[in-house]
T-cell receptor, first 114, second 113 residues
């Protein structure tokens, strides 16, 4: 079974530039999550999709971050414009459903904003 | 709101020694509890989870954890540490109502030869 695929693995941009991350969840997984993991901290949920609908985006900085999950499969997370404090690893995860089932994580995208 | 506190950001043990990583949670509803492991430059991998039923949960790589409601704890243990256990460990909580997974700050485990 293929895992959660993310690209790119690494990205370096200057502040005020824009960047996009891509995630392909495990086939058949209805729930997709984007997490932000700042160095030395635990992952923080940015947004959660159930199919192509948003379940929770309460911690997404909506003035600069956006995410979509067209057709309920792949997802993209965009930052525009980026700030220095956005430097982090962005993790995508998916699960069969939202409750007590396991969330499977991708390898993440390490973003450095300079 | 749910939250997780991991006691000790860094734990160091000798190879062959007992591993104990501490996790306390806060939840107003029955929690679902998870331990994940993260190796350098990798995503998170599930070690074990508690949802309902038996309070002692066994996971992969010889790890286990016990859910203690009275202590609001879900500590992770392994009887004998191996060098390959060196990694970052995260405790997380969710619930039937809250659904989203809330992580602790993580504990970095170092194994000394």
């Amino acid at each position: 079974e293929a895992g959660v695929a993310q690209s790119p693995r690494y990205k370096i941009i200057e502040k005020r530039q824009s960047v996009a991350f891509w995630c392909n969840p495990i086939s058949g997984h209805a729930t997709l999550y984007w997490y932000q993991q700042i160095l030395g901290q635990g992952p923080k949920l940015l947004i959660q999709f159930q199919n192509n609908g948003v379940v929770d985006d309460s911690q997404l900085p909506k003035d600069r971050f956006s995410a979509e999950r067209l057709k309920g499969v792949d997802s993209t997370l965009k930052i525009q414009p980026a700030k220095l404090e956005d430097s982090a690893v962005y993790l995508c995860a998916s699960s069969l459903e939202t409750r007590n089932t396991e969330a499977f994580f991708g390898q993440g995208t390490r973003l450095t904003v300079v | 709101a749910q939250s997780v506190t991991q006691l000790g950001s860094h734990v160091s043990v000798s190879e062959g020694a007992l591993v104990l990583l501490r996790c306390n949670y806060s939840s107003s509803v029955p929690p679902y509890l998870f331990w994940y492991v993260q190796y350098p430059n990798q995503g998170l991998q599930l070690l074990l989870k508690y949802t309902t039923g038996a309070t002692l949960v066994k996971g992969i790589n010889g790890f286990e954890a016990e859910f203690k409601k009275s202590e609001t704890s879900f500590h992770l243990t392994k009887p004998s540490a191996h060098m390959s256990d060196a990694a970052e460990y995260f405790c997380a909580v969710s619930s039937l109502l809250a659904q989203k997974l809330v992580f602790g700050q993580g504990t970095r485990l170092t194994i000394n030869p």
